[in-house]
């Protein structure tokens, strides 16, 4: 017991948490913006594999890892407009089309990789780019005892949070971000005062998808250096939970991607102190299903509250 | 407007056009479903050529392999045995519009529950098949049953709720099979053998001469579930209400129907047929556990029921036709490679064109205008 207090209270496990939870928070993000825009996006795994899989190539070929990172963010982006386009205009069951993307992802980006090297598996053998860390842009900053390792992530760590941030400021702060969330909390409404629905769900899907990418590209180019089979892992589904347990909010949905980042980094350490890993792996998945149910009540009692304040008026 | 046609009380001929008509609705829709797949097996074609391998070779091995020898044809049907079997689950719930993914975990769940019954506990032959298959089906319903009160009682997100299940499950069984149920000493997780009164026997044994690989007697649950479903969903009160909420929930409560409890219990039967799927797995094809025994059934269970349309007779088709696909693709594996990506990219444009729903709709809306044309004129 011992041993793992002082195991969770290092710099080591922070920055690891850090570190893990980064694709998730991202991805999360992008499934906020589409939940929030009554879209929710399902194949934010497969986004993710695509950006992951076409970063990794393209800073191979290209030899630039911003350029990884541009292919990486516009094929996971165009993934998500595929979904948009048949949701939207033709019609396809939401859930089904994303189910179907992430299939395609799945074995597409092992086509393509297999296409590429000859090998199924990975593209280990491939020089990748990898996107810079805080050390190649401020060298000093190792220099500093203990917090330096902390402070030393990737730059789409930070761009996780400075995203955060962003995303709030959208959708709360913007009138296109207010109408985003005017159509997913009432599209018929929205559609009376002259809110072209269909715009904005597509918007929404975009964004998803673009953040997706981020996480995606993050994970090939930044927390490892190449693409590897189905190495998104489930993230994107974790991220979806991610949303319900940050009660639907930009700050909620952050910490609930950093619960569900040091679940994982705390299993990895368990795993090292002979606990059943399994049985920690599960305790984000119990998290959520807890917070599902806890979300579900209190949106219960705020319409029932709401119902009677409204009798109340009108009898009033 | 058909204004022109005069209001009509012949009960007999009312019906009949109404049948008439919902036949030629599925004819299109069977139509469509065969266009996609056709179009989707093109689409394979093309990349092959693409890759510079020879399509033809390949197609040939994707479409006559499964034929080729009586083990892999026994193979095909051991496939189909499991996809019917999950897609006749998967189409309950999404019959009643409920997107359960949750036919993984279930028949995980069936497995272990029927597995610590059917490897510790020595039963008389027969008793020693069916009390481990009704102790998997309650296990599996009552896993199917709790996201179904989630969504039917608070409102909670079915696809998040049943991918977490799924998600715990499978991590418990590793816990199980690595800590409990594997024999000590043993190197590779896997459980003990079930008894041998816990067998499905295949039909290889029974027939000794006749190689059809694993496939065993579990396809009895297949004929079963295929009746049992149908009679479930087309002839039931239950049924007829799943039906209607999936047309409309607001119609169905409006009408006197109870919605959440039917939306409930429809998790719970899909959860009661996938854990038949399981112990097909377990007592008729491996005869013990081990960690990746249900592989990506649960996803192509959801394929099968779609190709389908969510129709019990229908699901014994394409899930024949879908495990064929998939042990060609096995075989295409040989000759370029990249087969079960390709089935699984084919699978994918498959799933997507179908669920575009405005092809059909075209079709039908230019037959009904064509008709207004032929009423007015």
């Known amino acids: 017991m011992e041993q793992l207090v002082n195991v969770v209270f290092s710099a080591a496990f922070l920055a690891a948490v850090l570190r893990v939870s980064t694709p998730i928070i991202l991805a999360a993000l992008g499934g906020l913006i589409s939940e929030l825009g009554g879209v929710i996006n399902i194949a934010l795994e497969g986004s993710m594999l695509v950006a992951a899989c076409a970063g990794v190539l393209v800073s191979v070929w290209t030899q630039s890892a911003l350029l990884g990172l541009l292919a990486g963010v516009f094929s996971g982006t165009l993934l998500a407009l595929i979904l948009a386009f048949f949701h939207l205009n033709l019609k396809a069951d939401l859930i089904l089309a994303a189910i ?46 203990q917090i330096g390792p902390i402070l030393n992530q990737n730059l789409l760590t930070y761009a996780a949070f400075v995203l955060t941030v962003a995303v709030a400021v959208f959708l709360y702060r913007t009138p296109l971000g207010i109408h985003l969330r005017a159509v997913g909390e009432n599209a018929e409404a929205a559609r009376s005062v002259g809110i072209n629905v269909s715009h904005m769900q597509y918007l929404a899907l975009g964004l998803s998808g673009l953040l997706a990418s981020l996480g995606g590209v993050y994970l090939s180019m930044g927390y490892v250096k190449f693409f590897a089979r189905d190495m998104t892992g489930g993230r994107g589904f974790i991220a979806l939970a991610a949303i319900y347990l940050g009660a639907k909010r930009p700050l909620g949905t952050l910490i609930a991607a950093l619960v569900f980042g040091a679940a994982e980094a705390l299993a990895i350490q368990l795993g090292n102190l002979r606990v059943p890993t399994q049985l920690v792996q599960t305790i984000p998945y119990f998290a959520t299903l807890i917070a599902l149910v806890v979300y579900a009540v209190v949106q219960r009692q705020r319409t029932l509250a709401r119902q009677r304040r409204f009798r109340e008026t009108r009898t009033a | 407007m058909q204004s022109a046609a005069p209001i009509s009380f012949d009960r007999a001929a009312e019906r009949k056009a109404v049948q008439d008509e919902r036949r ?42 499964p034929l080729t020898r009586m083990g892999r044809a026994g193979r095909w049907l051991e496939v189909a045995t499991n996809l019917i079997l999950v897609g006749l689950s998967v189409a309950i719930p999404f019959r009643a519009r409920q997107f359960s993914l949750g036919a993984q975990g279930q028949m995980v769940v069936g497995a272990i529950m029927g597995a610590l019954v059917a490897i510790y506990l020595p039963l008389p032959p027969v008793i020693g098949v069916l009390v481990p298959v009704a102790v998997a089906m309650a296990s599996s319903f009552l896993l199917g049953l709790l996201p179904g009160l989630m969504k039917a009682y608070l409102n ?17 069984y590793d816990f199980v099979l690595t800590y409990f149920l594997k024999p000590a000493g043993s190197s590779t997780t896997r459980s003990l053998p079930v ?39 087309e002839r039931m009160p239950f049924g007829y209400a799943i039906r209607t909420i999936g047309a409309n929930e607001n119609f169905a409560r409006y009408g006197g129907i109870n919605t959440k409890r039917t939306i409930a219990l429809s998790f719970a039967a899909g959860g009661a047929v996938a854990a038949l799927a399981g112990m097909h797995l377990l007592m008729g094809v491996h005869n013990r556990l081990f960690l990746d025994i ?72 230019r037959r009904a205008h064509g008709r207004r044309i032929a009423d007015s004129g």
């Open chain 2, 24 to 65: 030629r609705s599925s004819l299109i829709d069977l139509g469509v479903t065969l266009a996609t797949i056709v179009a989707a097996l093109l689409l394979g074609f093309i990349v092959i050529w693409l890759l510079g391998k020879n399509p033809i070779q390949a197609y040939e091995a994707l479409l006559t392999g």
């Open chain 2, 195 to 233: 008894q041998p009164t816990a067998r499905l026997a295949t039909f290889s044994d029974i027939f000794p001469g006749l190689d059809l690989g694993r496939f065993n007697l579990g396809v009895i649950f297949v004929v079963l579930s295929i009746v049992g479903v149908w009679l479930l969903l």
């Open chain 2, 294 to 365: 249900v592989g990506n059934i649960g996803w192509d269970g959801i394929t099968v029921a779609l190709l389908a349309r969510n129709n019990p007779l229908l699901v014994p088709i394409s899930g024949l036709f879908y495990a064929y696909l998939l042990v060609g693709g096995d075989r295409v594996e040989q000759q370029v490679q990249v087969g079960s990506e390709l089935v699984q990219v084919i699978q994918a444009v498959i799933i997507l064109m179908i669920t575009a729903q405005v092809l059909g709709d075209w079709i039908r809306a």
């Open chain 2, 156 to 172: 909670a997100n079915e696809i998040v709720s049943t991918l977490m299940l799924n998600a715990i499950v499978l991590r418990l």
């Open chain 1, 100 to 145: 179907a993307l992430n299939l395609l992802a799945s074995g597409g980006t092992i086509f393509v990789v297999y296409l590429v090297t000859g090998d199924k598996s990975s593209t280990s053998r491939l020089v990748s780019g990898q996107m810079p860390f805080l050390r190649d842009v401020i060298p000093g900053i190792m220099n500093l005892e």
